[in-house]
Each structure stands twice: as structure tokens, then as C-alpha cells.
């Protein structure tokens, strides 16, 4: 059964920090993995979608890397703004998607 | 640009009482998704469906059925609410090939069951 964990669970950070928000999961039999972001009380808006084929997505100043083999994923925010603070869930796609239980994250100026 | 909209966006329920919540969405998607939303137990899946009038079970179907009439539309229906489906639900999309395409959420219902 495929499980994907996030670490960590939360995180407070000073504006302007870099950040890696990690995720992992058991199956390496995925079709790709997704990260989302989710406000409080709100939706979940997809930020970055990586193929099983592929190695990492850039948006901006996110960039996603996924390691297949290790069942591994990374979401790394470059000069973390306040405007950031958010929950980040990670998504692998086996053709249903599961959840991690999300990282809370929270930047202050 | 709507994407996917879901209505309502709350509700308060007696337990006993039924309702049915509606996912629209207007990008052709045929894949559409149910999952609830509880803390600490991250999103879990309810039921989806891949096509105009099919329907699948997901990993938390008890208690839940779902109606797929219209392409474009995909109902959640609650017969007799209980105090544990308490939730957050949301419903998402995905064009035929979900192993290529991602997945668009709408922006969830809460809805509350006293």
C-alpha cells in the first residue's frame, strides 16, 4: 500500500530563508508526483507537477526535484516571503491520488 | 476560467438528514475525484469516476453515493448524515491520461454534522 510522509510537520522561518520541504513515499511505481499549496480554509492550488520520467519542475522561485528510486521528493522555496505561509501537500499519482498529511509552513517578517 | 466549482461551500446538517453536494467543472476533464479532508488524516478518496455515468469506489466509500449524469458534473450525495462525516470535502478533475496530466481542485464544501 503506498504511504507518503512529509517532514516536516510544520516550520517557522525568518522572511528571506531558503527552505526544502521533504516528502516521501513507498511505492516507486508512480506516474507523477504533484505539490500543492492550500491556504487556510481554502482549496488546494497545484504549484508543480513532475513526471515519473523526470528529475525536477521550477516555477519561480520553487523548484521540485523527485528521485523515483529512492521514493523521494523535495520542494525547495528560494527567499521565503510572509506572502508564503500556507500548508504544502505533496500527491503521488498511482492512478489515484495519495495524499501526505502536508507541511504547515509559516513565515515571518 | 472557472475550473472546478463546488456548491455549497458550507452547510450544517442534523444527523439523520441528506444532502447532495454538486462538483462542476468546465474543462472537458473526464476523470472526477470526492475526497474529504480531516486533520491528521490528510485528503482520502471517496469515489471518482472516469467517464460519463461511471462510478468507482475509493478508499472511504461507506456511507457515501455518487451520480455522474453529465460529464461535466459529479454529485456526492449523503443519505442519512452521521456526526463522522464531518469533513471537508473536495472535488477534483483530470483529463482521460491522469499519468500525464495533473489533477485541478475546487475550493471544498464544509460541512458540519450535529
Known amino acids: 500500500k503506498q504511504e507518503v510522509t512529509q517532514i516536516p510537520a510544520a516550520l517557522s522561518v525568518p522572511e528571506g530563508e531558503n527552505l526544502v520541504l521533504n516528502c516521501s513515499f513507498t511505492d516507486s511505481a508512480i506516474y507523477n508526483l504533484q505539490w500543492f499549496r492550500q491556504d487556510p480554509g481554502k482549496g488546494l492550488t497545484s504549484l508543480l507537477l513532475i513526471q515519473s520520467s523526470q528529475r525536477e519542475q521550477t516555477s519561480g522561485r520553487l523548484n521540485a526535484s523527485l528521485d523515483k528510486s529512492s521514493g523521494r521528493s523535495t520542494l525547495y522555496i528560494a527567499a521565503s516571503q510572509p506572502g508564503d505561509s500556507a500548508t504544502y501537500l505533496c500527491?503521488?499519482?498511482?492512478?489515484?491520488?495519495?495524499f501526505g498529511t502536508g507541511t504547515r509552513l509559516q513565515v515571518f517578517p | 476560467n472557472a475550473g472546478v466549482t463546488q456548491t455549497p461551500k458550507f452547510r450544517v446538517l442534523k444527523t439523520g438528514q441528506s444532502m447532495t453536494l454538486l462538483c462542476a467543472q468546465d474543462m472537458n476533464h473526464e476523470y472526477m475525484y470526492w475526497y474529504r479532508q480531516d486533520p491528521g488524516m490528510g485528503l482520502r478518496l471517496i469515489h471518482y469516476?472516469?467517464?460519463?455515468?461511471?462510478?468507482a469506489k475509493g478508499e472511504v466509500p461507506d456511507g457515501y453515493n455518487v451520480s455522474r449524469l453529465k460529464k461535466q458534473n459529479f454529485l456526492l450525495g449523503l443519505e442519512s448524515a452521521a456526526p463522522s462525516q464531518t469533513s471537508v470535502y473536495f472535488c477534483?478533475?483530470?483529463?482521460?491520461?491522469?499519468?500525464?496530466?495533473?489533477?485541478?481542485f475546487g475550493s471544498g464544501t464544509r460541512l458540519t454534522v450535529v
Open positions: 477534483a478533475s483530470s483529463y482521460g491520461d491522469s499519468q500525464i496530466y495533473g489533477y485541478t
Open positions: 500527491a503521488v499519482n498511482t492512478d489515484k491520488l495519495i
Open positions: 469516476s472516469v467517464g460519463e455515468g461511471t462510478t
